[in-house]
T-cell receptor, first 112, second 112 residues
């Protein structure tokens, strides 16, 4: 069965510093991996995805993620954090069907 | 822009009431999904539908049912609401071969 782990409930980073939100996964076959962001009282917004190809994927708002097959990881990164990046971040994997499995979420706080 | 709307942002119901949550998407997507979101648990799939009048159980279907009479509309029904169904409910839609799911703003349901 597919599963997604986000080992940190909370990540705090100072504005202007690089940020990393971690994600590891378990899936049969080739993974389709996603990151979504949720701002307060909003639905989830798509950030980026890895399907195939280059291991470094670039997405919205300056975010990027690196697919590492040997470590089964898909960490979200940004070179310079903004206060407005503070939100709840979800990693997800799509299984062989059409369904997604979501991680528990990581709350990112960017401190001014 | 894909738009997924949900009938209510906030809802307060009493134990035993029948509750209807409605979701409408305007992009002619075949797939529609209902999730509930709880702190520390991420998103859990309740039901999904790949076509009109089709439905499949997700991970936590107990206490819920769904209806999809038209392609653009997917309803979630709580037959007899219970306090443990207090949660945030998120609807999503996607195309069959398109990997990205698009989410509505969510309905925060409180069952007293």
């Amino acid at each position: 069965a597919q599963s997604v782990a986000q080992p940190e409930d909370q990540v705090n980073v100072a504005e202007g510093n690089p940020l990393t939100v971690k994600c590891t996964y378990s899936v049969s076959g080739n993974p389709y991996l996603f990151w979504y962001v949720q701002y307060p009282n909003r639905g989830l917004q798509f950030l980026l995805k890895y399907i195939t190809g280059d291991n470094l994927v670039k997405g919205s708002y300056g975010f990027e993620a690196e697919f590492n097959k040997s470590q089964t990881s898909f960490h979200l990164k940004k070179p310079s954090a903004l206060v407005s990046d503070s939100a709840l971040y979800f990693c997800a994997v799509r299984d062989y069907g059409q369904n997604f499995v979501f991680g528990p979420g990581t709350r990112l706080s960017v401190l001014p | 822009d894909v738009k997924v709307t949900q009938s209510s942002r906030y809802l307060v119901k009493r134990t035993g009431e029948k509750v209807f949550l409605e979701c409408v998407q305007d992009m002619d997507h075949e797939n529609m999904f209902w999730y509930r979101q709880d702190p520390g648990l991420g998103l859990r799939l309740i039901y999904f539908s790949y076509d009109v009048k089709m439905k499949e159980k997700g991970d936590i279907p107990e206490g819920y049912s769904v209806s999809r009479e038209k392609k653009e509309r997917f309803s979630l029904i709580l037959e007899s609401a219970s306090t443990n169904q207090t949660s945030m409910y998120l609807c999503a839609s996607s195309r069959p071969v398109q990997e990205t799911q698009y989410f509505g703003p969510g309905t925060r349901l409180l069952v007293l």
